[in-house]
């Protein structure tokens, strides 16, 4: 080390002296290195599996749920393309994306359902105010008014109209993180409830 204009400054490798000299340039790299920031982009879900039980937060669980990773009787392969994207954005913490995302979900699986009961009933049929457990009872043959069907149509709807926000100008504005966590969340369980359904 030199006293340069008030300042120490490192010598090492100067006028031919190899910087891998012995002891002192094992010293000199303690006085080189420089402090910074590391940026990590990290899926929320890895927070949650890997970073937080470490920090101590070991309140954190995940909730699993299978989806199905192809067609079946309730769930077209559209719809299940359309949530992946839906998972994607909201690790991006694209919210509002997500949330059209979990639209286009709920659009496809009443597409799907409306399209095999006009293919059974050999007429039009449409699921009308978005009551998702009405029109899965008649495509099963449940009994009308059953628990399963007024399950599926209060959980649908609100999931539907939350999912709709996002598209409407006074509604976009107070959206919320946690709104697309817990349509993507709900919409993630009732498609597994679905494809059981079988």
Not at 143 to 153: G, R
Not at 162 to 187: Q, R
Request: proline letters at 5%; aromatic letters at 10%.
């Amino acid at each position: 080390m030199e006293l340069r204009e008030g300042q120490y400054v490192s010598t090492v490798g100067e006028d031919g002296w190899p910087s891998d000299a012995g002891l002192f340039s094992y010293l000199a790299f303690f006085l080189l290195p420089k402090i910074g920031t590391l940026p990590l982009d990290l899926a929320a879900l890895h927070w949650v599996e890997q970073i937080f039980p470490g920090m101590g937060y070991d309140h954190f669980r995940l909730v699993e749920v299978r989806l199905p990773t192809s067609h079946n009787r309730f769930i077209p392969n559209d719809a299940i393309e359309h949530f992946k994207e839906a998972m994607q954005d909201y690790d991006r913490r694209l919210y509002r994306e997500c949330l059209s995302k979990c639209r286009l979900v709920h659009e496809a699986v009443e597409k799907e359902i409306q399209r095999r009961l006009s293919i059974r009933d050999g007429r039009d049929y449409k699921v009308k105010d978005h009551k998702l457990g009405e029109a899965v009872a008649s495509d099963l043959g449940w009994a009308p008014d059953s628990e399963q069907e007024k399950f599926l149509n209060g959980a649908w709807k609100p999931l539907y109209v939350m999912a709709n926000a996002a598209d409407h100008t006074p509604s976009v504005k107070s959206l919320l993180p946690a709104d697309a966590h817990i349509v993507l969340i709900s919409t993630a369980a009732i498609l597994e409830y679905l494809a059981q359904l079988e």
